[in-house]
């Protein structure tokens, strides 16, 4: 069934549904019917027999006693009829218009091996049902039973007749159920149905057509987040293609650089003066384009790493702080570097962390004119890193695209080094911002003692 179109899947459970209840009201309904009119007779016994006990029990048993004195007990009446009979008493004389001998026989058996004062019973005599009951009472101070009978002539006639009434009506409830049935069948599967195509076109990348569902149920819940996911992926596909633009142009320049000097020195002309200072250039280009083509591998590491479980160690951020410093101290060893820190140990994964602080310090030194500030302050449930330098400060359309990647900076350059820091920093649930001070710019980085790992 599944392979069937869902349509038709709707239509086969409810047209299922009414069938099924269809077939439990036809199995239960003759049966509680019975059941019923079974219990009305026995009732209107019992009611008979109370009615005989108020106006007195004859003063002899083997008399006939009829709820309608005029009529003769035939098979066909409705009526209650009633015969006393002796408990212990031979009753072979007794000769009964309406029982044979053995039924009264069997019913002075039952009446003494009854324990109850008043029993029901039924019994079919030839094409008939008997119901009658029983009832132990005293005739002049004798022992003796008082039986009380009717004879089923309306009982199953009734039932039948109901029955027949009620499959009726349920054959016409199912047959006109088909109708509604299938409309909505259609009406449900019919958004679903543009779904489905909507969702193929996003699959084959033709998702610049939005996906309307005038619907607030379900389905219209499923159309917005399938409309969410279609923007999102349009919005992911521009940013890969501006990515790719910037990407191709980032790494042509130093290129370009490289090509336009080597070209030169084979000319024999030399742009800086000298060979040695021509090819010093093109080394610091190379060096530029090897450094931009790892931060571009390890944006790709990143998008790895932020679909597993992150590492979640215990270490030591201020000696990871005061090791990083020491490795980029050499590369403007005329800058001063103040520290005002104090001992904080936090958890996450060491290694991306000593990125987050290289490409951090690195920016710092590269903007900072005469020093770097760090400090460290420690709180009840985060670490709080602040880092600033005396440069120039950051124009404020820069400033709040700074993290983003392929931003052109002060001098006019493109990079994705913050880019990365603000990838691990929220990966760590951290958050990471950057202001313009009175003395230049700052760095504020709040840490989490603790955080989920989840990337």
Same mark, same amino acid.
């Given at each position: 069934?599944?392979?069937?179109?869902?349509?038709?899947?709707?239509?086969? =459970?409810?047209?299922?549904?009414?069938?099924?209840?269809?077939?439990?009201?036809?199995?239960?309904?003759?049966?509680?019917?019975?059941?019923?009119?079974?219990?009305?007779?026995?009732?209107?016994?019992?009611?008979? *027999?109370?009615?005989?006990?108020?106006?007195?029990?004859?003063?002899?048993?083997?008399?006939?006693?009829?709820?309608?004195? @005029?009529?003769?007990?035939?098979?066909?009446? !409705?009526?209650?009829?009633?015969?006393?009979?002796?408990?212990?008493?031979?009753?072979?004389?007794?000769?009964? !218009?309406?029982?044979?001998?053995?039924?009264? +026989?069997?019913? #002075?058996?039952?009446?003494?091996?009854? !324990?109850?004062?008043?029993?029901?019973?039924?019994?079919?005599?030839?094409?008939?049902?008997?119901?009658?009951? %029983?009832?132990?009472?005293? =005739?002049?101070?004798?022992?003796?039973?008082?039986?009380?009978?009717?004879?089923?002539?309306?009982?199953?006639?009734?039932?039948?007749?109901?029955?027949?009434?009620?499959?009726?009506?349920?054959?016409?409830?199912?047959?006109?159920?088909?109708?509604?049935?299938?409309?909505?069948?259609?009406?449900?599967?019919?958004?679903? =149905?543009?779904?489905?195509?909507?969702? /193929?076109?996003?699959?084959?990348?033709?998702?610049?057509?939005?996906?309307?569902?005038?619907?607030?149920?379900?389905?219209?819940?499923?159309?917005?987040? %399938?409309? *969410?996911? +279609?923007?999102?992926?349009?919005?992911?596909?521009?940013?890969?293609?501006?990515?790719?633009?910037?990407?191709?142009? $980032?790494?042509?320049?130093?290129?370009?650089?490289?090509?336009?000097?080597?070209?030169?020195?084979?000319?024999?002309?030399?742009?800086?003066?000298?060979?040695?200072?021509?090819? /010093?250039?093109?080394?610091?280009?190379?060096?530029?384009?090897?450094?931009?083509?790892?931060?571009?591998?390890?944006?790709?590491?990143?998008?790895?790493?932020?679909?597993?479980?992150?590492? #979640?160690?215990?270490?030591?951020?201020?000696?990871?702080?005061?090791?990083?410093? $020491?490795?980029?101290?050499? +590369?403007?060893?005329?800058?001063?570097?103040?520290? $005002?820190?104090?001992?904080?140990?936090? /958890?996450? @994964?060491?290694?991306?962390?000593? /990125?987050?602080?290289?490409?951090?310090?690195?920016?710092?030194? +590269?903007?900072?004119?005469?020093?770097?500030?760090?400090?460290?302050?420690?709180?009840?449930?985060?670490? #709080?890193?602040?880092?600033?330098?005396?440069?120039?400060?950051?124009?404020?359309?820069?400033?709040?695209?700074?993290?983003?990647?392929?931003?052109?900076?002060?001098?006019?350059?493109?990079?994705?080094?913050?880019?990365?820091?603000?990838?691990? =920093?929220?990966?760590?649930?951290?958050?990471?911002?950057?202001?313009?001070?009175?003395?230049?710019?700052?760095?504020? %980085?709040?840490?989490?003692?603790?955080?989920?790992?989840?990337?």
């Amino acid at each position: 069934m599944k392979n069937k179109s869902l349509a038709f899947q709707i239509w086969l =459970v409810i047209s299922g549904i009414l069938l099924l209840i269809s077939i439990l009201l036809a199995i239960l309904f003759p049966t509680t019917l019975r059941q019923f009119f079974t219990n009305e007779i026995y009732t209107t016994i019992e009611n008979e *027999q109370h009615i005989l006990k108020e106006y007195g029990l004859p003063s002899r048993s083997g008399e006939y006693y009829f709820s309608n004195e @005029d009529s003769e007990p035939t098979l066909g009446n !409705r009526t209650v009829d009633h015969i006393l009979l002796p408990e212990h008493a031979d009753i072979s004389y007794f000769s009964s !218009r309406v029982l044979p001998q053995d039924f009264l +026989r069997k019913a #002075q058996e039952d009446a003494i091996s009854q !324990r109850k004062i008043v029993a029901r019973y039924e019994k079919d005599l030839g094409n008939r049902t008997l119901f009658y009951v %029983i009832r132990k009472v005293s =005739v002049n101070g004798q022992p003796a039973f008082l039986l009380s009978f009717s004879w089923d002539t309306y009982r199953n006639a009734l039932t039948s007749t109901l029955f027949k009434q009620l499959l009726l009506v349920i054959s016409i409830v199912f047959l006109f159920s088909w109708l509604p049935s299938i409309w909505l069948s259609r009406y449900l599967s019919k958004p679903l =149905v543009s779904l489905e195509k909507d969702v /193929k076109k996003i699959a084959e990348q033709n998702w610049h057509e939005p996906v309307t569902v005038n619907r607030s149920d379900e389905i219209g819940k499923l159309g917005a987040s %399938i409309e *969410q996911m +279609r923007k999102r992926l349009v919005s992911k596909d521009e940013a890969q293609q501006t990515l790719l633009q910037n990407i191709s142009h $980032d790494l042509k320049t130093p290129v370009m650089v490289i090509q336009s000097y080597a070209q030169s020195i084979q000319d024999g002309i030399y742009p800086k003066g000298d060979l040695s200072q021509t090819v /010093k250039v093109i080394e610091d280009e190379s060096k530029n384009l090897e450094k931009k083509i790892r931060d571009l591998l390890y944006l790709t590491k990143l998008d790895y790493m932020s679909t597993h479980q992150l590492a #979640q160690d215990d270490f030591d951020f201020t000696a990871l702080l005061h090791e990083v410093v $020491d490795r980029l101290r050499w +590369r403007r060893p005329e800058i001063q570097w103040e520290f $005002d820190d104090v001992n904080a140990t936090i /958890k996450g @994964d060491k290694e991306l962390w000593t /990125k987050v602080l290289e490409n951090v310090l690195d920016n710092q030194l +590269r903007y900072a004119d005469t020093k770097v500030s760090l400090s460290l302050a420690k709180h009840q449930t985060n670490v #709080q890193c602040t880092i600033s330098n005396d440069g120039p400060p950051i124009d404020q359309s820069v400033l709040e695209h700074l993290f983003e990647p392929f931003k052109k900076g002060a001098n006019g350059e493109f990079g994705i080094g913050l880019s990365i820091v603000k990838r691990i =920093v929220t990966m760590h649930d951290a958050t990471i911002t950057a202001e313009n001070i009175e003395e230049g710019v700052c760095f504020f %980085i709040d840490i989490p003692i603790q955080f989920s790992g989840r990337g």
